[in-house]
């Protein structure tokens, strides 16, 4: 019996092209995007001439080069069973907080719909994305770095790679810094009015763009922020909604370069030093399991 697409470690163009949903005969390449996630399969689409550009190279100024074929956008295929339409509208709903909050600046739109698989066991619903691509540099949380050190060297790395910045490195210091104060208060008011933070801890979750914009690529894992002395797991058993508001934390301390203001409530309880104790035991316990969320 044929494997079931949502069951499947990975998949390519030809899985992608044999779902019923999908038009057979699209010009488009799909191939399989190197951030894979437990909850989502993620793959790119490609312009077939982008790809023939990238396999055969063109002649510069003599020289041959190979570029890389970017994505015009981004397909994703959910992975979770939706029992009902109910459940869909449900993670639909949870998207379109996110949107609400940092659309279009602060994150990769996407539009989300439901379709009709036909899948080895049968007809189901499942939920898919088209979503915006976002290039740059992933900014981590969890670096090493401090703040004197992270924006120039995201910066000296995005310079390296080739993509073009139109600002000096103090230029873009800056912009990042101007813009990443207002996505940080866009997601404490989301959290603070919704009650709701997307996955912020996932390595490759947030992009740092060569004009000094952070964007959210994650827009799977959507966490409600419940300010009680219960740690919430995810799904996969993965505190996410606390390690979320952690790498928030470090976010306002390292990109912006300031300490961290612990006025907000949801500060105080989730980055106090017991709950993090035993965060981190819960974190430790997800790693024995060997389920490789990051």
Known sequence: ????????????????????????????????????????????????????????????????????????????????????????LTEIGRVKIVERYLAPDFMATSIECIVDYRGPEGWDLVLCGFQEYVNGEILDPWTI?????????????????????????????????????????????MITKDGHIPDLSGLGNLIITATGNIRLVDINNISRVSLDSSIRLD???????????????????????????MGADYYQLFLNPDRRNAVKAKEELFWKQKIFYR
Request: glycine share 4%; with cysteine.
């Open 145 to 189: 770095l401090d703040a004197s050190d992270l924006l120039p060297t995201l910066y000296d790395t995005i310079r390296d790679r080739g993509r073009a910045t139109p600002l000096s490195r103090d230029e873009w210091i800056r912009t990042v810094r101007q813009k990443g104060s207002r996505f940080i208060e866009k997601v404490k008011q």
């Open 235 to 261: 799904e996969k058993g993965y505190p996410v909604c606390d390690k979320s508001v952690e790498a928030l934390s470090l976010i306002e301390e390292k990109v912006l370069g300031r300490p961290v203001d």
């Open 1 to 88: 019996m044929p494997e079931d697409i949502r069951d499947k470690s990975s998949i390519d163009h030809d899985d992608v092209t044999a779902l019923n949903f999908v038009n057979a005969s699209t010009p488009y390449v799909f191939r399989r995007h190197f951030r894979q996630g437990l909850r989502s399969h993620i793959m790119e689409i490609l312009d077939p001439s982008d790809v023939q550009i990238e396999q055969s190279g063109k002649v510069i100024d003599g020289i041959r080069w190979f570029p890389k074929a970017a994505p015009r956008r981004m397909f994703r295929i959910f992975r979770a069973r939706l029992k009902t339409l109910e459940n869909a």
